[in-house]
């Protein structure tokens, strides 16, 4: 029998993709990937209000890492928002002692505001001056944080919204922004996990205990068979189209 033959068969296909799928989900479950945000590596690329990193979806889960530094010592957000809608917002940090007194501010420039300025709008902002730490391990990436502060912020208006992290005594550090609750990844998400896991645990500054790479990572295997199912299910495809053009 022919690989071509075989590829005839698109009802085993669909089982092989299907039951590929349903062991991805199983063991990547298994790992607390469900539990996960979406990362973004804004870092210190993000200090002006024309290089806001946009997002879609705020009550999609996502964390963003900062780096607040002499170069950029503001780190900016932009989404849009509604009226009533629930701005789910966590602060936090990474659980580094060079960061350990580290307590930045989060200010929210509403759509009606004509100046953009993060500064003079001392009336939407969120502080964790005086914040205690609250250990939280991360299970996914393996790695550990502070939570400075959990709020749950009603928008007033519909509109563009700012998110902006600074220090007003100008102190640099890391911090990291986490908004939404609601769990939700794509499959661009899941494809650039290993990478993105990497990333974090950069962040985080714990690669030396040899459990850096995404190579070694208990979530590498069912993603690897989760690519290899979407392949082996989009090259048969175009087999079989390319077959019945012939």
Known sequence: M????????????????????SLTIITLTDVHFVESHVPYMALDENETLEKALALDEIQISKVIYQILNESAEQSWITFEGKSGQILHLEIGLPAL????????????????????????????????????????????????????????????ETGRYYLVSLDEEKNTGKLWVAIGKEERFGMSDIASLPSSIWEVRKFHENRENGKSSP???????????????????????????????N
Not at 101 to 111: A, C, G, K, M, N
Not at 122 to 143: C, K
């Open 97 to 156: 002692e060079q960061v350990r007194d580290f307590r930045p501010t989060i200010v929210l420039i509403e759509p009606s505001d004509p100046n953009h300025s993060p500064i003079e709008l001392t009336q939407s902002y969120v502080s964790t001056d005086g914040a205690r730490l609250t250990p939280f391990h991360e299970p996914f990436t393996d790695t550990n944080s502070w939570v400075l502060t959990k709020r749950e912020i009603s928008l007033t």
């Open 2 to 21: 022919t690989v071509l033959t075989t590829f005839k068969n698109t009802w085993l296909l669909k089982i092989l993709f299907f039951s590929l799928i």
């Open 215 to 245: 190579w070694t990572h208990k979530f590498f295997l069912p993603l690897l068979v989760l690519l290899i199912a979407i392949g082996t299910v989009g090259l048969s495809i175009l087999v079989l189209k390319l077959k019945k053009s």
